[in-house]
Nanobody
Framework: QVHLVESGGGSVQAGESLRLSCSVSGYTYNKHCMGWFRHVPGKEREGVARLYNSTEVTYIADSVKGRFTISQDNAKNTLYLQMNSLKSEDTAMYYC???????????????????WGQGTQVTVSA
């Protein structure tokens, strides 16, 4: 059974940094995509960054480009999101998600990610 568990969220001041982690278990796929998404109540869940086959960054949202970095450590079965220069508008619940195998690239639709973590809250004060 696949489990994704996020950690690393918290409350910080604008300009500070956080690193989110997503620990993955029960998941061994080739040709797969993993990503970070975020959700603010009253808005749709949006994609933040996506990584294909653990190494190819296929998407970084314009709103976080130059500030956020997605990466994966296969030896630790962990996906990361390094968030620098945080802004108040980055406040959201952050989720990691995975597609499973047999993908030739990263999909953009949430429905193509069947595996999700429970989320970790990030709050940035101005």
């Amino acid at each position: 059974q696949v489990h994704l568990v996020e950690s690393g969220g918290g409350s910080v001041q604008a300009g500070e940094s956080l690193r989110l982690s997503c620990s993955v278990s029960g998941y061994t796929y080739n040709k797969h995509c993993m990503g970070w998404f975020r959700h603010v109540p009253g808005k749709e869940r949006e994609g933040v960054a996506r990584l294909y086959n653990s190494t190819e960054v296929t998407y970084i949202a314009d709103s976080v480009k130059g500030r956020f970095t997605i990466s994966q450590d296969n030896a630790k079965n962990t996906l990361y999101l390094q968030m620098n220069s945080l802004k108040s508008e980055d406040t959201a619940m952050y989720y990691c998600a995975a597609t499973g195998g047999r993908w030739t690239g990263c999909p953009s639709q949430l429905v193509d990610f069947p595996y999700w973590g429970q989320g970790t809250q990030v709050t940035v004060s101005a």
